[in-house]
């Protein structure tokens, strides 16, 4: 299976699914806020999303929410994130051994945090596999400027 996702696709993905600040979005990826702030000023520059006002009075805050655009390319983004996660399902099985299972899903390692935040994967199936652990050993490096699955 090839599927280009880029860093821009998974952060619409996450903000579709209820993330409204640049923290919400770094927790559901697994890094610091400083690696998602850049995407996040690039997807206000394209319109795909915009910082508005919620509150009264001092409860006021701005949180991040999707243009009738954003929102589209959010919902082409789910449905890639959707495929990559039946593909992890049908390739992985709790009766693997841990060091097959290792290599089978090492490359969806920079996506794995998404899928498990957007609830595509069972966190269980990856726990009786061993594999949680890896989950936080990655960067945003591995993404570059798209994902290749293959």
Same mark, same amino acid.
């Given at each position: 299976m090839t599927l280009n996702l880029s860093l821009k696709d998974v952060? =619409?993905?996450? &903000?579709?699914?209820? @993330?409204?600040? &640049? /923290? *919400?979005?770094a927790d559901a990826l697994m890094v610091k806020e400083d690696m998602v702030r850049g995407v996040i000023e690039e997807l206000k520059r394209s319109g795909l999303i915009e910082e508005v006002e /919620?509150?009264?009075w001092i409860f006021k805050r701005k949180v991040l929410?999707?243009?009738?655009?954003?929102?589209?390319? @959010?919902? /082409?983004?789910?449905e890639k =994130?959707? /495929?990559v996660a039946e593909e992890v399902r049908s390739r992985v099985?709790?009766?693997?051994?841990? *060091?097959?299972a290792q290599k089978v899903i090492e490359p969806y390692a920079p996506i794995l945090p998404v899928l498990l935040y957007l609830g $595509? $994967?069972? =966190? =269980?199936l990856l726990e009786s596999l061993f594999l949680v652990p890896s989950l936080v050993l990655w960067d945003?490096?591995?993404f570059g400027s798209d994902v290749r699955l293959e």
């Open positions: 952060v =619409l993905a996450v &903000i579709a699914s209820g @993330a409204r600040s &640049i /923290k *919400e979005v /919620k509150g009264f929410e999707l243009t009738e655009i954003g929102r589209a390319e @959010a919902e /082409k983004a789910l =994130l959707r /495929k099985s709790s009766e693997m051994p841990p *060091e097959e $595509l $994967l069972d =966190l =269980l945003m490096s591995d």
